[in-house]
């Protein structure tokens, strides 16, 4: 059978992301890793994580200097798995309004809008969000989940095995809000905001959280991508 070890995965490189502890976790789920920022390297592998910190616009202006829009595009809409990661699932959004307003990757329909200052009871929430927060599910119909009617509240395999309202990591002043509710696999709350963290259409999972720097929930979520590759792998004959 084939196993996770031998599936590789493509990190982008476009010099905004933190490729070193995406590295690690990928590594710590069994997974073999590349840098990634030639579309040869991206297309011949068995998947592809599209992180980043920084600003939209500089983002995809690196990403269309380097070629890889049209390949990031073919990756989504292919079965095999691209993962969007902060920064990394806001480009794949229709537009963001980061410093203005800049064109995204497009690969799903929706704007990238600003947290603004939130309030809980009678603290002041700044921007941006840096901390420990509760992502929550939502059902196939773009509503929260009854999870006491249902063992498995998440609409994506990436977060199998998770609790609904597991805490992740986040760092970011803007989310992205899709058009189609269908795609948001979570929300989290920052005051009385409640933001898309999660999201999910055919081949592609994104999130606005930092898997890498969120605990064993986070790096479960880097072990159901080896899981997932390894089913879409053809068998392997030991002889």
Same mark, same amino acid.
């Given at each position: 059978? @084939?196993?996770?070890? %031998? ?62 829009? @049209? ?91 998770? %609790? ?65 590759? @390894? ?9």
């Amino acid at each position: 059978m @084939s196993n996770a070890s %031998s599936s590789e995965v493509a990190i982008v490189d476009y010099g905004m992301g933190n490729l070193f502890s995406v590295g690690q976790a990928c590594e710590r789920a069994g997974l073999r890793t590349v840098v990634a920022s030639s579309t040869q390297e991206i297309l011949a592998a068995d998947a592809v994580i599209l992180p980043g910190v920084g600003a939209f616009g500089d983002a995809m202006e690196t990403l269309t200097r380097l070629d890889l829009v @049209s390949c990031l595009r073919d990756i989504a809409a292919s079965p095999k798995p691209l993962v969007g990661i902060c920064l990394g699932m806001q480009l794949l959004m229709t537009e963001s309004h980061e410093f203005g307003s800049h064109r995204g990757l497009g690969i799903i329909e929706g704007e990238v809008v600003n947290l603004k200052v939130s309030v809980e009871g009678t603290r002041v929430l700044k921007v941006p969000q840096v901390g420990w927060n509760q992502i929550d599910a939502m059902g196939s119909d773009g509503h929260e989940n009854n999870t006491e009617v249902s063992n498995e509240p998440w609409e994506s395999p990436l977060l199998e095995g998770l %609790s609904d309202g597991e805490y992740m990591y986040f760092v970011h002043s803007y989310y992205p809000d899709p058009v189609d509710a269908r795609t948001v696999v979570s929300t989290t709350r920052y005051g009385d905001i409640e933001f898309c963290s999660s999201l999910h259409l055919g081949s592609v999972f994104a999130c606005q959280y930092h898997p890498e720097r969120s605990g064993p929930a986070g790096l479960r979520i880097y072990q159901n991508l080896a899981a997932l590759i @390894s089913t879409q792998q053809p068998e392997q004959i030991n002889v």
